[in-house]
């Protein structure tokens, strides 16, 4: 398997990257044509250049071309806004709404999202038939954020399709209709534009108003809330169905998270370790540099691959590759990246994969997978990594 047949989007290779990660951590940094980048595969490696933005820019993260110097932004777009930004813009602009997602701040907003996560996986009991996906994965990040950031409950259900047509793209080599990606991007826009300008005239307290108070342009407000409405829950539905996969693999691990509940954050940074959402993030380099003995010309593309860091023995040991409840550095894992771009919303992902895997060990005697871990399908994407779908039989308590 090579890293071709990733880019290529292999369902196997997408199923189980990891062997072609090893590979590349034993090649080390070097030039790959498929991804048109310099990969940077080590834990080592890959924490440097996260943490070496006056090297490394973030300005083509998701691999999309760097506009020109001086180049106006496209009012049209919704790319992102936090996430293509260096220093100092983007810590002016995280700084928005940073102490809305503090660990404390996110505390605070554990009972209700508990019953939110409660009452779900109590509805699937009723269900003639179960995909984690589709039935938990998929709804309860999109509820959570929109909460969060203060959307009223009844304009919810557009949010996710639109969350998924806007992502579909990352990664991938096929696109959707242009016409229905446009159509998307203007209705999630104006839609956007119009609750911001209400939030603006009428403040309140949430993220929103936080948003519309800035002095942004009005089409940097609305690239900043789609921005956090797609991040905050495209990965976490991916979060979550990896957590549920790997519970539904390891009876063991079932059986002692139902002893000692006190176990279950572990699993969860477990998860994160060895199956997180985002597989890797490009950078650009600023100047001619030197990683891992291979020259980086200025200019080019490096292809940080966070999820090989995440297996790499040197940081992890021989058990890397498992699952392991007494593994004391655990969360030092990259699933939410490093450094100044350490993702914004990391306490909400772990509260929501906690609540998750706390509600199924309350209320679920047991979780059968109805299709062989070796057939399940994954999203053709080899930066979001996400199941498709995962059909399950539970056996409620």
């Not at 997180?276 to 691959?305: K, N």
């Not at 860091?309 to 490093?338: E, K, P, V």
């Not at 906690?354 to 997978?369: W, Y």
């Amino acid at each position: 398997m090579t890293l071709d047949q990733l880019g290529y989007l292999d369902q196997d290779a997408l199923r189980s990257p990891y062997p072609v990660y090893e590979e590349l951590r034993e090649e080390g940094v070097h030039y790959e044509k498929s991804v048109n980048a310099y990969v940077v595969s080590s834990n080592a490696l890959v924490t440097e250049v996260l943490r070496s933005p006056d090297r490394f820019s973030s300005a083509n993260t998701v691999g999309n071309p760097v506009a020109p110097p001086g180049t106006p932004d496209d009012p049209a777009a919704l790319s992102p806004l936090l996430l293509l930004s260096d220093d100092p813009i983007h810590a002016q602009r995280r700084s928005v709404v940073a102490r809305s997602f503090t660990p404390r701040q996110v505390g605070s907003w554990e009972e209700p999202v508990r019953k939110l996560v409660s009452d779900r996986i109590a509805s699937l009991a009723s269900l003639p038939d179960v995909d984690i996906v589709r039935d938990v994965a998929k709804p309860l990040p999109i509820r959570v954020i929109t909460w969060v950031l203060g959307i009223p409950d009844e304009d919810v259900a557009g949010f996710r399709e639109w969350s998924e047509v806007i992502t579909s793209n990352v990664g991938a080599h096929t696109r959707d209709d242009p016409s229905v990606v446009e159509k998307v991007r203007a209705d999630f826009s104006a839609y956007l534009y119009d609750i911001l300008t209400e939030h603006a005239a009428d403040p309140k307290d949430d993220i929103l108003t936080q948003v519309a108070q800035t002095d942004l342009m009005e089409y940097q407000k609305v690239r900043f809330v789609a921005e956090m409405l797609v991040a905050g829950n495209i990965t976490t539905t991916h979060h979550i169905s990896s957590s549920v996969m790997l519970l539904a693999k390891n009876d063991d691990v079932r059986d002692a998270l139902r002893e000692d509940r006190s176990l279950i954050p572990r699993f969860v940074e477990e998860s994160l370790r060895l199956e997180p959402p985002i597989q890797g993030f490009y950078r650009l380099a600023l100047h001619d540099t030197e990683l891992g003995g291979m020259a980086i010309p200025e200019g080019s593309r490096v292809f940080v691959l966070y999820a090989s860091a995440n297996h790499d023995d040197d940081m992890w040991g021989d058990n890397g590759q498992a699952i392991d409840l007494t593994r004391t550095n655990g969360s030092a894992h990259l699933a939410f990246g490093i450094g100044a771009h350490t993702c914004l919303g990391a306490p909400l992902a772990r509260l929501e994969g906690r609540l998750v895997i706390e509600s199924l060990i309350d209320q679920v005697e047991t979780i059968e997978l109805l299709v062989d871990p070796d057939e399940v399908t994954y999203a053709p994407s080899f930066i979001n990594h996400g199941l498709a779908t995962l059909p399950v039989r539970l056996a409620f308590r």
